[in-house]
T-cell receptor, first 114, second 111 residues
Framework: DVKVTQSSRYLVKRTGEKVFLECVQDMDHENMFWYRQDPGLGLRLIYFSYDVKMKEKGDIPEGYSVSREKKERFSLILESASTNQTSMYLC?????????????FGSGTQLSVL | QKEVEQDPGPLSVPEGAIVSLNCTYSNSAFQYFMWYRQYSRKGPELLMYTYSSGNKEDGRFTAQVDKSSKYISLFIRDSQPSDSATYLCAMTRTTGNQFYFGTGTSLTVIP
């Protein structure tokens, strides 16, 4: 089974702190994604990456950056955390288009910014 | 208009009932269709995966895709309290890297 591992289940940070969320997948997937999930708004794509060192903005990239130095690892960075970034953050991975797309999620990181 | 529409519910049924969950979509290029189950404060878990039109069955779960109507369904037979969760539909094209999600339907199965 595909395993997508997020480093933290719960995080509490202060406004203005730099926050790193780490994600690792073990299926050699090309594509990795960061979403945030908020009640009533569903899943919203922050960034995705289709290859090492490649990234594309999603629907809500403002206030976030990402890093993909190795194929299996995709990091989300909040440069200066704000209270409106309190949310559930979900990492996901999938194989290349045309190869039977299935998207697999990690268990999520519930981030609270105080 | 959203690419994927899903009734948020909440839906509450007695144990043993048949549950029907649905999504509609607007983009005829979608070819891959997924259903996820998400328990409270957990990540979504892939439940069913279908390519193009037709039915797929896995135990108590059946996924249906009707591409002519741009409509997908998930049926749960003999529902159990452990099925209480939020169910998300998702879909994607053959080309491109993005997935499109419904907002999720909250289901409660009452013992």
């Amino acid at each position: 089974d595909v395993k997508v591992t997020q480093s933290s289940r719960y995080l509490v940070k202060r406004t203005g702190e730099k926050v790193f969320l780490e994600c690792v997948q073990d299926m050699d997937h090309e594509n990795m994604f960061w979403y945030r999930q908020d009640p009533g708004l569903g899943l919203r794509l922050i960034y995705f990456s289709y290859d090492v060192k490649m990234k594309e903005k999603g629907d809500i990239p403002e206030g976030y950056s990402v890093s993909r130095e190795k194929k299996e690892r995709f990091s989300l960075i909040l440069e200066s955390a704000s209270t409106n970034q309190t949310s559930m953050y979900l990492c996901a991975s999938s194989s290349s288009p045309g190869t039977g797309e299935k998207l697999f999620f990690g268990s999520g990181t519930q981030l609270s910014v105080l | 208009q959203k690419e994927v529409e899903q009734d948020p519910g909440p839906l509450s049924v007695p144990e043993g009932a048949i549950v029907s969950l649905n999504c509609t979509y607007s983009n005829s290029a979608f070819q891959y269709f997924m259903w996820y189950r998400q328990y409270s404060r957990k990540g979504p878990e892939l439940l069913m995966y279908t390519y193009s039109s037709g039915n797929k069955e896995d135990g108590r779960f059946t996924a249906q895709v009707d591409k002519s109507s741009k409509y997908i369904s998930l049926f749960i037979r003999d529902s159990q309290p452990s099925d209480s969760a939020t169910y998300l539909c998702a879909m994607t094209r053959t080309t491109g890297n993005q997935f499109y999600f419904g907002t999720g339907t909250s289901l409660t199965v009452i013992p």
